[in-house]
T-cell receptor
Framework: AQSVTQLGSHVSVSEGALVLLRCNYS??????LFWYVQYPNQGLQLLLK??????LVKGINGFEAEFKKSETSFHLTKPSAHMSDAAEYFC?????????????FGTGTRLLVSP | DAGVIQSPRHEVTEMGQEVTLRCKPI?????LFWYRQTMMRGLELLIY????????DSGMPEDRFSAKMPNASFSTLKIQPSEPRDSAVYFC????????????FGEGSRLTVL
């Protein structure tokens, strides 16, 4: 079974500041890990994914995440926040036992960006 | 290419009524997922299909919920009878073998049961 825990339901940053959204995972098999973003009144879209290749993964819009097995973490970062980054972010995990197709999502972190 | 198309976008109904939500996946995708999103429970996987066959329906809340995929380009999620606690945003997503978990989501159907 797989699960993820997102620390902090809300994160507030100033425009230009570092963005750090935290995600810890639990998985009985080697995991695939994902970050999705949801803008208001829209569906989710993939930001980036880890599939057991490089541990540092780069995604769209300047976001990146690092897989740390020793810490069971997959935190999302962006060096400089932009107003357009304000959205809800979801971490997700899947495992080989479901062909990596069955994603389990975290509870989400809402990112607020102030001018 | 068109993305995942869901209808209706908004539905308001009264308790006890039947609700049918519809989804057209991206052409060529062979996986289809139904998720429910609420403030209290977040995103929950209800059911998913592979090649039109239900693979895992363990997330379907109860017998009032049913889902079908009669062909590769259409799926329905039906609630009968509906209850106020079914109020949520229902998302359909599609994917394909080799996508390694990349799901393509529709814009969702917001259901309100009064």
């Amino acid at each position: 079974a797989q699960s993820v825990t997102q620390l902090g339901s809300h994160v507030s940053v100033s425009e230009g500041a570092l963005v750090l959204l935290r995600c810890n995972y639990s998985s009985s098999v080697p995991p695939y890990l994902f970050w999705y973003v949801q803008y208001p009144n829209q569906g989710l879209q993939l930001l980036l994914k880890y599939t057991s290749a490089a541990t540092l993964v780069k995604g769209i819009n300047g976001f990146e995440a690092e897989f740390k097995k020793s810490e069971t973490s997959f935190h999302l970062t962006k060096p400089s926040a932009h107003m357009s980054d304000a959205a809800e972010y979801f971490c997700a995990v899947s495992g080989s036992n479901t062909g990596f197709q069955k994603l389990v999502f975290g509870t989400g972190t809402r990112l607020l960006v102030s001018p | 290419d068109a993305g995942v198309i869901q209808s209706p976008r908004h539905e308001v109904t009264e308790m006890g009524q039947e609700v049918t939500l519809r989804c057209k996946p991206i052409s060529g995708h062979d996986y289809l997922f139904w998720y429910r999103q609420t403030m209290m429970r977040g995103l929950e996987l209800l059911i998913y299909f592979n090649n039109n066959v239900p693979i895992d329906d363990s997330g379907m809340p109860e017998d009032r919920f049913s889902a079908k995929m009669p062909n590769a380009s259409f799926s329905t999620l039906k609630i009968q009878p509906s209850e106020p606690r079914d109020s949520a945003v229902y998302f359909c997503a599609s994917s394909f073998m080799g996508a390694a978990g990349e799901l393509f989501f529709g814009e969702g159907s917001r259901l309100t049961v009064l």
